[in-house]
């Protein structure tokens, strides 16, 4: 049977409540929200928080509100919320390319998107899904708050930027016109953690070059996006031989190691293969984008 | 500290310690022993619960964090003499062999057909995509989701008490 070790818990019934919370606390207090990270952990006793300060009951925190130029998710958006949004499909189908493959659809129903970036789990899906978007974490601490780029907020494998007293209450997605974005995951079975994933997010010109491009890798030790790839497309007309020069450099920038979801040859092997097929959809995606713009307009 | 919550129907209050999950509070504290501790991992899902009916892995799930909330254990399925169609159907298709799974698929079923009255195969097989059964081969099991779709009316049993 596996137990937490103890602790003592607390509601936090407002956002500034559980920053004072979390400031009342210091580094032995943990916030937990959908907790299917953080108890799991608990539980094997890789975290012992001495505090645990449940956001469940931050509803204002639970939202997805499309703006002109930008989408904005409250950090406690759950995962099967996110996959279910009509705005979030239409604007950045990788977003439902990813939630479809993450852990299942009971999980989803608890964990959230926020959660999913302070875990900060080398292998997590969003954390990709977020650089390839350039999405901004919005932060409040006691002193307010401030907006971070994916690059800021990331510090490393189960390690975020954030200082012990302040919470992730806002991820914002800016919107461009003209694009497309998609995620792939190779797993060894249903609802695991990736062996390796693609995202990449396209913007195209209007005479149908790529006027932006990321990529990004899920589980092989790269944080952020790959600029080596992306450069051999930023201004060209896409095309497959692109996508393969790509495909060839994201894999040789990545550093991924052998473990028991596979050797290391075999990780470079889906890292290429799969950053030319997410490549492919999202300019697919983008150039249909563009057709229904020039339509509508 | 001091919890209350509605469990199927009923408000109850205990003291337990925070670190107590919610599938223990249920089984031991609250003795239904139907809802079924299993991988302890939120992979099996045959600790599925109702919370405020959405179905969640209560392995993975705190006491605390329901309190306030309203559950609902497979015990909570029938009312009185009469099954739940899922429960029904899961009887005419011989949707369970050993059973061990069966709480937790039963339960993510009511939700599914709460929420879509006519799910189709794949509907039906990514709602409990989350939950292993390792005797059905899972073909029964969506017959049987299938069976209480079709047959959304309570039906009395005739002449059987249901065990309290």
């Known amino acids: 049977m596996q137990i937490p070790a103890q602790f003592d818990y607390?509601?936090?019934?407002?956002?500034?409540?559980?920053?004072?919370?979390?400031?009342?606390?210091?580094?032995?207090?943990?916030?937990?929200?959908?907790?299917?990270?953080?108890?799991?952990?608990?539980?094997?006793?890789?975290?012992?928080?001495?505090?645990?300060?449940?956001?469940?009951?931050?509803?204002?925190?639970?939202?997805?509100?499309?703006?002109?130029?930008?989408?904005?998710?409250?950090?406690?958006?759950?995962?099967s919320a996110l996959l279910g949004s009509a705005d979030v499909a239409r604007l950045f189908p990788i977003v439902i390319d990813a939630e479809r493959v993450i852990a299942d659809p009971i999980v989803r129903?608890?964990?959230?998107?926020?959660?999913?970036?302070?875990?900060?789990?080398?292998?997590?899906?969003?954390?990709?899904?977020?650089?390839?978007?350039?999405?901004?974490?919005?932060?409040?601490?006691?002193?307010?708050g401030r907006i971070l780029s994916m690059d800021e907020f990331h510090k490393g494998p189960y390690e975020t930027s954030?200082?012990?007293?302040?919470?992730?209450?806002?991820?914002?997605?800016?919107?461009?016109?003209?694009?497309?974005?998609?995620?792939?995951?190779?797993?060894?079975?249903?609802?695991?953690?990736?062996?390796?994933?693609?995202?990449?997010?396209?913007?195209?010109?209007e005479d149908g070059t790529v006027d932006d491009v990321a990529i990004g890798l899920t589980a092989v030790g790269l944080d952020g996006t790959i600029d080596e790839?992306?450069?051999?497309?930023?201004?060209?007309?896409?095309?497959?031989?692109?996508?393969?020069?790509?495909?060839?450099?994201?894999?040789?920038?990545?550093?991924?190691?052998?473990?028991?979801?596979?050797?290391?040859?075999?990780?470079?092997?889906?890292?290429?293969e799969l950053t030319r097929r997410v490549l492919r959809r999202a300019c697919e995606r983008a150039l249909a984008a563009q057709s229904t713009t020039t339509q509508e307009g | 500290m001091q919890i209350s919550m509605t469990v199927n129907g009923d408000e109850i209050t205990r003291e337990i310690e925070p670190r107590v999950l919610l599938v223990h509070f249920i089984r031991d504290d609250l003795r239904l022993t139907g809802t079924h501790w299993g991988c302890d991992t939120s992979n099996c899902g045959t600790c599925v619960v109702l919370m405020d009916g959405v179905p969640v892995k209560s392995c993975t799930v705190l006491a605390a964090?329901?309190?306030?909330?309203?559950?609902?254990?497979?015990?909570?399925?029938?009312?009185?003499t009469t099954l739940d169609p899922v429960q029904q159907g899961f009887m005419e298709e011989h949707g369970l062999q050993c059973g061990f799974c069966t709480p937790g698929m039963?339960?993510?079923?009511?939700?599914?057909?709460?929420?879509?009255?006519?799910?189709?195969?794949?509907?039906?097989?990514?709602?409990?995509?989350?939950?292993?059964?390792?005797?059905?081969?899972?073909?029964?099991?969506v017959r049987s989701v299938k069976w209480a779709a079709d047959h959304p009316a309570v039906e009395e049993i005739a002449g059987e008490e249901v065990p309290a």
């Open chain 2, 65 to 80: 964090m329901a309190d306030g909330r309203a559950i609902t254990t497979v015990e909570g399925l029938a009312s009185g």
């Open chain 1, 229 to 272: 790839a992306e450069t051999v497309l930023r201004g060209q007309q896409p095309t497959e031989e692109l996508f393969e020069e790509a495909g060839r450099l994201a894999a040789m920038a990545s550093l991924p190691v052998a473990d028991q979801r596979g050797p290391v040859d075999y990780k470079r092997h889906l890292a290429d």
């Open chain 1, 10 to 79: 607390v509601r936090a019934s407002t956002i500034d409540n559980a920053i004072a919370l979390l400031d009342k606390h210091g580094e032995e207090a943990r916030v937990v929200a959908g907790g299917h990270s953080l108890l799991p952990m608990m539980k094997l006793r890789l975290a012992r928080p001495e505090w645990l300060i449940d956001i469940n009951d931050l509803f204002e925190l639970d939202f997805i509100l499309p703006e002109a130029t930008r989408l904005r998710v409250g950090a406690m958006t759950r995962h």
């Open chain 1, 109 to 144: 129903n608890r964990g959230t998107i926020g959660g999913s970036l302070c875990q900060a789990d080398p292998a997590e899906d969003l954390a990709t899904v977020c650089d390839v978007l350039r999405a901004e974490a919005i932060v409040r601490g006691p002193g307010g």
């Open chain 2, 106 to 141: 039963m339960l993510t079923a009511r939700a599914l057909l709460d929420q879509n009255p006519h799910p189709d195969d794949t509907e039906i097989r990514e709602a409990i995509s989350g939950q292993i059964c390792r005797c059905t081969g899972y073909a029964t099991i």
């Open chain 1, 162 to 205: 954030l200082a012990h007293n302040e919470l992730l209450v806002e991820i914002r997605f800016p919107v461009r016109p003209r694009s497309g974005s998609a995620y792939e995951k190779v797993e060894r079975r249903v609802g695991d953690w990736a062996v390796v994933a693609a995202g990449a997010a396209v913007s195209l010109a």
